[in-house]
């Protein structure tokens, strides 16, 4: 593992709060060195440019006045000079330097061939004494060649220089703690719901029921988004869980009469010797409790993968077709049992899951010739858009429920004119095609007591268990109107009984 690849991981295992504050520093550390930079640059270019301006003036009246003879004239403060001749020998200088030569001998060689010689003595930092800025060149006087040397110090420049240093430093390391600490007290508030989300991910984790985040409910940032996410998703581990307690109730209840009756069966048989007919009935009275809990076994599943998870898949199929399908099993029983089975059915398109529809409406038909008498009746249609004319007060926004006293079924979409006289105020839904779908019976219909109950899971009417059917079949028929985004209800029509699912066409 390379250097820089150890450095990521071991970055990438530090905590949240901590990266941030790091890559905080670190960019504010960029930021300020590079400003600091920009402002030395410019601060000692403009100090510079003014020892240069100095220094320049100051050696041309030296060149001046070696070239006329005359005494050298005074200079900016701190200004020094030396004459020299082309082997070195100092002919004039300033007292502070007319014993230290200024010029190394290659710098001497240099100038005494006409070229301009620039150099600093001494440096900024560490700190050293006696700093100059010199400028060296060659002054021909009285047929010889000399060697003026100018010089400033540099003291006043290098102090204001350091002093500058100093503060850009002291202010950098401020500015740097006070924008890491800002970083960390922003991180830590930032994510401070996140790890209240985890706490509350972790009590759930532990058991805890009905668990909910605090979620604000004025804010929309990601923070906020997330909560309501995992709100969401614990709304789904809590259904799901339900649905699984229900399960194991619901099946541990329901399959505990069937095994009785089996176990039942089982030791009468085997309390003392039994004829070939009579071991015969014992084990076709076996064989219809295996078959009861192969139903009640597929039944559950199928409540269980309809409420678990999205499974229904929309397409369009014929609904004549699909009825048809659904009613034909049961012909056979209707007509060996004297009853008449008959089918209304929309010879057009609606768009189902005809894998889970064609089962609910077998259901409902098995459920009318089992508990029912007469006739059953399976009528299907889709709903679509009405143009309503009316003798009174009409409301039509295609948005809520209004009361509709009818001659005749009406839907009113507003999409496509159908003409429907109306004694009374009119509601527009407007939700697009609806399909329709009644099985109705002439029996005795249903108990009042029973009907608020009649899609439970197990309701049956009788009130014995031991009774025909594992009570899960409107149960069924529910959770396929449910997931196509529809109802079911039942109810007494005066004739008999009717089991109505409306759902989106």
Same mark, same amino acid.
């Given at each position: 593992?390379?250097?820089?690849?150890?450095?990521?991981?071991?970055? +990438?295992?530090?905590?949240? @709060?901590?990266?941030?504050?790091?890559?905080?520093?670190?960019?504010?550390?960029?930021?300020?060195?590079?400003?600091?930079?920009?402002?030395?640059?410019?601060?000692?270019?403009?100090?510079?440019?003014?020892?240069?301006?100095?220094?320049?003036?100051?050696?041309?009246?030296?060149?001046?006045?070696?070239?006329?003879?005359?005494?050298?004239?005074?200079?900016?403060?701190?200004?020094?000079?030396?004459?020299?001749?082309?082997?070195?020998?100092?002919? +004039?200088?300033?007292?502070?330097?007319?014993?230290?030569?200024?010029?190394?001998?290659?710098?001497?060689?240099?100038?005494?061939?006409?070229?301009?010689?620039?150099?600093?003595?001494?440096?900024?930092?560490?700190?050293?004494?006696?700093?100059?800025?010199?400028?060296?060149?060659?002054?021909?006087?009285?047929?010889?060649?000399?060697?003026?040397?100018?010089?400033?110090?540099?003291?006043?420049?290098?102090?204001?220089?350091?002093?500058?240093?100093?503060?850009?430093?002291?202010?950098?390391?401020?500015?740097?703690?006070?924008?890491?600490?800002?970083?960390?007290?922003?991180?830590?508030?930032?994510?401070?719901?996140?790890?209240?989300?985890?706490?509350?991910?972790?009590?759930?984790?532990?058991?805890?029921?009905?668990?909910?985040?605090?979620?604000?409910?004025?804010?929309?940032?990601?923070?906020?988004?997330?909560?309501?996410?995992?709100?969401?998703?614990?709304?789904?581990?809590?259904?799901?869980?339900?649905?699984?307690?229900?399960?194991?109730?619901?099946?541990?209840?329901?399959?505990?009469?069937?095994?009785?009756?089996?176990?039942?069966?089982?030791?009468?048989?085997?309390?003392?010797?039994?004829?070939?007919?009579?071991?015969?009935?014992?084990?076709?009275? @076996?064989?219809?409790?295996?078959?009861?809990?192969?139903?009640?076994?597929?039944?559950?599943?199928?409540?269980?993968?309809?409420? +678990?998870?999205?499974? @229904?898949?929309?397409?369009?199929?014929?609904?004549?077709?699909?009825?048809?399908?659904?009613?034909?099993?049961?012909?056979?029983?209707?007509?060996?049992?004297?009853?008449?089975?008959?089918?209304?059915?929309?010879?057009?398109?609606?768009?189902?899951?005809?894998?889970?529809?064609?089962?609910?409406?077998?259901?409902?038909?098995?459920?009318?010739?089992?508990?029912?008498?007469?006739?059953?009746?399976?009528?299907?249609?889709?709903?679509?858009?009405?143009?309503?004319?009316?003798?009174?007060?009409?409301?039509?926004?295609?948005?809520?429920?209004?009361?509709?006293?009818?001659?005749?079924?009406?839907?009113?979409?507003?999409?496509?004119?159908?003409?429907?006289?109306?004694?009374?105020?009119?509601?527009?839904?407007?939700?697009?095609?609806?399909?329709?779908?009644?099985?109705?019976?002439?029996?005795?219909?249903?108990?009042?007591?029973?009907?608020?109950?009649?899609?439970?899971?197990?309701?049956?009417?009788?009130?014995?268990?031991?009774?025909?059917?594992?009570?899960?079949?409107?149960?069924?028929?529910?959770? @396929?109107?449910?997931?196509?985004?529809?109802?079911?209800?039942?109810?007494?029509?005066?004739?008999?009984?009717?089991?109505?699912?409306?759902?989106?066409?």
């Amino acid at each position: 593992m390379t250097r820089s690849a150890g450095l990521r991981a071991r970055f +990438g295992r530090l905590p949240v @709060v901590s990266r941030l504050v790091l890559a905080v520093a670190i960019t504010m550390s960029l930021v300020l060195t590079g400003t600091a930079g920009l402002v030395y640059w410019r601060v000692q270019t403009a100090l510079d440019r003014q020892l240069h301006d100095d220094l320049a003036a100051y050696r041309h009246s030296l060149d001046r006045a070696v070239r006329a003879g005359t005494a050298p004239p005074p200079g900016p403060s701190g200004s020094l000079y030396q004459v020299l001749d082309t082997r070195g020998r100092v002919l +004039g200088a300033s007292d502070a330097v007319r014993h230290r030569p200024l010029l190394t001998p290659a710098e001497l060689d240099s100038a005494a061939h006409g070229h301009t010689v620039r150099r600093d003595v001494g440096s900024l930092l560490p700190i050293t004494p006696d700093t100059l800025r010199l400028q060296a060149r060659r002054v021909r006087t009285g047929g010889q060649s000399r060697v003026v040397v100018a010089a400033v110090r540099r003291g006043h420049r290098d102090e204001a220089l350091r002093e500058l240093l100093a503060q850009l430093a002291f202010a950098s390391l401020l500015t740097l703690i006070a924008a890491s600490f800002v970083g960390y007290r922003t991180a830590r508030a930032a994510l401070r719901p996140v790890e209240r989300y985890r706490s509350g991910a972790a009590t759930l984790a532990d058991g805890a029921q009905n668990l909910r985040l605090d979620v604000p409910a004025d804010r929309d940032d990601e923070i906020t988004r997330l909560g309501h996410t995992l709100n969401r998703m614990l709304d789904r581990l809590e259904a799901s869980a339900v649905r699984e307690r229900r399960f194991v109730a619901d099946a541990s209840h329901e399959l505990r009469t069937p095994l009785a009756l089996l176990r039942a069966e089982l030791d009468v048989a085997l309390h003392r010797p039994r004829s070939a007919e009579e071991l015969t009935g014992t084990l076709r009275a @076996v064989e219809g409790e295996v078959q009861r809990l192969i139903d009640l076994s597929n039944a559950l599943l199928a409540l269980e993968e309809l409420g +678990g998870t999205d499974h @229904v898949v929309r397409a369009p199929v014929c609904l004549a077709d699909l009825v048809e399908a659904a009613v034909a099993p049961h012909l056979r029983t209707a007509g060996r049992d004297g009853r008449v089975l008959t089918v209304a059915a929309a010879d057009t398109t609606v768009e189902v899951d005809a894998r889970w529809l064609r089962p609910a409406i077998g259901n409902l038909v098995d459920n009318a010739l089992r508990h029912a008498a007469g006739p059953v009746r399976v009528t299907a249609e889709v709903r679509g858009s009405v143009t309503a004319e009316v003798r009174g007060p009409v409301t039509a926004e295609g948005r809520g429920p209004v009361t509709a006293e009818v001659r005749e079924p009406v839907t009113a979409e507003g999409r496509g004119p159908v003409t429907a006289e109306v004694r009374g105020p009119v509601t527009a839904e407007g939700r697009g095609p609806r399909l329709r779908l009644v099985v109705a019976d002439e029996g005795p219909g249903f108990p009042p007591e029973f009907l608020p109950r009649a899609f439970d899971r197990f309701a049956r009417a009788e009130a014995s268990r031991t009774s025909e059917g594992s009570g899960l079949g409107l149960a069924f028929v529910q959770a @396929v109107a449910t997931a196509h985004g529809g109802t079911a209800h039942a109810e007494n029509t005066g004739r008999g009984a009717a089991v109505v699912l409306d759902l989106p066409g």
